[in-house]
């Protein structure tokens, strides 16, 4: 076969799904914001992404700050810059490993319980019920858990970095021998609003993200347990490597703002 | 009014990719009528289905609902066409995350036809109509039996008082005394609301119970329809081979070597 068919066939299929997912997030996001509204599913969705997340985000997040404090005093103590660690435990979790770790697991938690749950009711031709019981599935499905999982990451990011930089202060106050007053002083100290900000618009960003994902390859499955567990794949990876890529392009409007 | 059909279709094409699924489908319901589409296994009659319902669009031809041309549709027009229409799917498409009584009461609450507290009174009333104890109407759809499945299937396809009912399948999967059972009660609910039903199967039991009138669909096309009366003398050999289920005759299915 001639190559550049090849590769014409690859960059046209790309095309195709990136409009197709375009169409998808618009109609999702216009349907957000017209009624009719489902509060009663925004809120069970809320829960579920915000509430039912905090136990694999909590210990993410203290596992995250105490490595970070360990790792780093290993590091600052050879220039003896030890007096940095606090600062640097608290702009790394805020700035960037809150939202990113806390964005990677819920993407794994919610992005493949959303692309399951959805590309079930796909194949049991529930997603077709809706429509013939006047029910749009975009306003019914989609839209409610964009909404939550835009709401709920921010609050989760907020949880995670609070419950990171405590974990960074355990390692050091106990372990490494710091006075607790000391650190938490030089933690309060360096840390200006825009370093927890832009870790919140992060997460909102994130959020939107995975549940985007989760809802749009489970839309789309099609055949039976295989297209489901596909779809559940496809989401989760699709998230994560989408996480990664907008964390940077947001690190770079943050930081060269 | 008499004279216009409650759905009509003319020409009605639709392949996916090169695969011809329909190939210019004729086929007039009347009001009030009872028309059972029956046909093999990938001949079309889901699609047809679905092409009426708005689950598909065709390639070209035109189909009427009450004289009113259903294709490219906006979506507003499109509830409100199936507003009027009832639909058992062939799984029974229960939403599985809602008890019983708020499946049934689905497409009333959708269109705010009544409140939540009067739903669960419809839902069950509607459930004894399918000859279920309102006992059930508190359970899980996943804590049913597959018949028991179906028939909850029927009450929510009838709870909006459809002028139009579709059955996909409707007996596909049960034992023959549920099956009859089932086919009875179609013709019960259809006959109490006074609706026009189209059904598809390819149980011939199934076809000669509910059944006004029968069209056989091969290929694509209709090749054959009228009274179920004359279903035996057909003079069709399709026909004659397809109700005595011979694996001999003008059918030949594609079955790999």
């Known amino acids: ?33 017209r009624p009719p509204f489902y509060p009663r599913i925004v809120l069970r969705q809320m829960i579920d992404i915000g509430y039912y997340s905090l136990p694999v985000v909590g210990l993410t997040a203290v596992f995250a700050g105490m490595v970070l404090a360990l790792q780093s005093y290993t590091g600052f103590s050879r220039f003896s810059a030890e007096g940095a660690i606090a600062n640097v435990v608290v702009l790394s979790i805020t700035r ?51 909404v939550a999982g835009l709401a709920m990451f921010p609050i989760l990011v907020l949880i995670a ?11 050091a106050v106990y372990k490494l021998g710091f006075n607790p007053s000391n650190y938490l002083q030089n933690t309060w100290d360096f840390l200006t609003a825009e370093d927890v900000n832009s870790g919140l618009v992060k997460a909102a960003v994130f ?36 996480i990664l890529c907008s964390d940077y392009i947001l690190t770079e409007m943050f930081f060269t703002k | 009014m008499s004279d216009t059909p409650k759905i009509q279709m003319r020409g009605v094409h639709k392949a996916f990719g090169k695969k011809v699924v329909l190939n210019g489908i004729d086929l007039d319901v009347g009001v009030g009528e009872s028309v059972v589409i029956i046909g093999g296994s990938g001949t079309g009659k889901s699609v047809t289905l679905k092409s009426i319902l708005g689950l598909l669009t065709p390639d070209s031809g035109s189909i009427k609902i009450d004289g009113e041309d259903v294709i490219g549709m906006g979506t507003a027009d499109r509830e409100r066409v199936n507003q009027q229409v009832g639909m058992l799917f062939q799984g029974g498409a229960l939403f599985d995350s809602l008890p019983v009584w708020e499946n049934v009461a689905f497409g009333l609450l959708a269109q705010k036809r009544c409140t939540r507290h009067d739903a669960h009174d419809i839902a069950v009333e509607k459930l004894a109509m399918v000859g279920m104890d309102a006992a059930v109407a508190d359970l899980m759809p996943s804590e049913l039996s597959g018949g028991m499945q179906k028939r909850v299937g029927l009450a929510r396809a009838i709870a909006a008082d459809p002028k139009i009912i579709f059955f996909d399948e409707p007996t596909t999967g049960l034992d023959p005394i549920m099956a009859d059972v089932i086919n009875d ?73």
């Open chain 1, 1 to 33: 076969m001639n190559p550049l068919q090849a590769i014409g066939r690859v960059f046209l299929a790309f095309l195709a799904t990136t409009g197709r997912l375009m169409t998808f997030t618009g109609l999702g996001l216009s349907h957000a914001v």
């Open chain 1, 96 to 146: 960037e490993l809150g939202p990113v770790l806390a964005g990677l697991m819920v993407a794994g938690r919610i992005g493949a319980s959303l692309a399951a749950e959805i590309g079930t009711m796909r194949v049991t031709e529930q997603i077709d019920a809706l429509t013939t019981l006047s029910t749009n599935p975009m306003k019914y499905l989609v839209a409610p858990r964009i």
């Open chain 1, 161 to 171: 970095d609070i419950i990171g930089v405590f974990g960074g202060y355990l390692v």
């Open chain 1, 207 to 242: 959020g939107f993200i995975v549940t985007l994902m989760g809802c749009y390859h489970g839309y789309n499955s099609k055949g039976g347990a295989q297209g489901v567990g596909r779809a559940t794949t496809n989401a989760v990876v699709s998230a994560c490597i989408l």
């Open chain 2, 185 to 257: 009660l179609i013709v019960k609910v259809t006959r109490d609301v006074g609706a026009t039903a189209l059904s598809i199967t390819h149980d011939m039991a199934s076809a000669r119970k509910i059944a006004n009138r029968i069209a056989m669909l091969y290929e694509g096309k209709i090749i054959w329809q009228g009274p179920v009366e004359d279903i035996d003398n057909s003079g069709n050999a399709h026909v004659d081979q397809f109700i005595h289920g011979k694996a001999d005759g003008p059918i030949q299915m594609a079955v790999r070597a």
